[in-house]
């Protein structure tokens, strides 16, 4: 079985969100609430530094994402435009 034939078909044209590219004001956004969950002692000094690097460098939400995906508490919105909220 081909790898592309475990992924769930998308209507022609339709992209998943993950893949959508990220703003500079959504990886700032982002750095924000890093910025809190360090505060709150979610994550050490260290975390804090991989997990901001990794969020500067994102491409898209699905990699921004992932640097909060495990922080209780922390909610990433995005606006019908796409930026952070």
Do not use: C, Q, W, Y
Not at 24 to 41: I, M, P, Q, S
Not at 54 to 83: C, K, Q, S
């Amino acid at each position: 079985m081909a790898d592309d034939a475990r992924v769930p078909a998308r209507p022609h044209g339709e992209v998943d969100p993950r893949d959508l590219r990220v703003s500079d004001a959504e990886r700032e956004h982002v750095a924000g609430l890093l910025n809190k969950a360090l505060a709150r002692g979610l994550i050490d000094v260290d975390g804090f530094a991989d997990r901001l690097g990794t969020a500067m460098g994102a491409r898209t939400r699905g990699e921004l994402n992932a640097v909060v995906v495990d922080l209780p508490g922390v909610v990433v919105r995005i606006d019908p435009n796409g930026r952070g909220g």
